[in-house]
């Protein structure tokens, strides 16, 4: 089975982490929902004593969500554009 709404929040979820290099035992959170043709995206982390929250809308194009990965990454880092990581490839179509 397969759930093109669930996929598409699964992969995005998924790319904002990977680009934080965040893993099990970080204190980051990301959730996505797709509404009709947009993408909410709520992400809260926590470095240093610094509390980073976003909020971000985006289309559902695989180029607008890797986009999307990319802002809520460097939004939620606390060293900045610097310090996100880059990732291999795109984001397939989906």
Known sequence: MDNRESRICLTLER?????????????????SRVCGEKVTLWGVGSRNNCIRRVCLESGLTPDQLEDLAKEAAQKLNPQGIES???????????
């Open 15 to 31: 790319r904002v982490l990977e680009r934080l290099g965040a893993g099990c035992h970080e204190p980051v959170g990301v959730y």
């Open 84 to 94: 996100v990581l880059p990732v291999q490839g795109r984001i397939k179509p989906l």
